[in-house]
Nanobody, 127 residues
Framework: QVQLVESGGGLVQAGDSLRLSCAHSGLTFSTYAMGWFRQAPGKEREFAAG????????MYADSVKGRFTSSRDGAKKTVFLQMNSLKPEDTAVYYC????????????????????WGQGTQVTVSS
């Protein structure tokens, strides 16, 4: 049984930083591409970052590029999202997602590409 568990969310002020973690169990981490998505109240789930199974290729949404950094630690079976210079518009529930990937250098940006999801962690940025 695959489980993804996010942690690290919280309430911060604009300009602060947070690091989200997504720990998994039940899958062979090195063969799964991972993604970060977020969903604000009343809005659709949107892509934030995608990282290939090798970790060698990473894509960011324009809205977070230059501020967010995603990485993965194979030994810890964890993927991270470092979020700097947070803005009020970053307020959302953040989800990590996983899908098996035959190509170690492919990342995925659409939420329908992913098979497994975590429960989400709330990030609130006050102005």
């Amino acid at each position: 049984q695959v489980q993804l568990v996010e942690s690290g969310g919280g309430l911060v002020q604009a300009g602060d930083s947070l690091r989200l973690s997504c720990a998994h169990s039940g899958l062979t981490f090195s063969t799964y591409a991972m993604g970060w998505f977020r969903q604000a109240p009343g809005k659709e789930r949107e892509f934030a970052a995608g990282i290939s199974s090798s970790g060698g290729r990473i894509m960011y949404a324009d809205s977070v590029k230059g501020r967010f950094t995603s990485s993965r630690d194979g030994a810890k079976k964890t993927v991270f999202l470092q979020m700097n210079s947070l803005k009020p518009e970053d307020t959302a529930v953040y989800y990590c997602a996983a899908r098996r990937a035959a190509d170690p250098f492919v990342y995925y940006t659409h939420y329908r590409s992913y098979d497994y999801w975590g429960q989400g962690t709330q990030v609130t940025v006050s102005s």
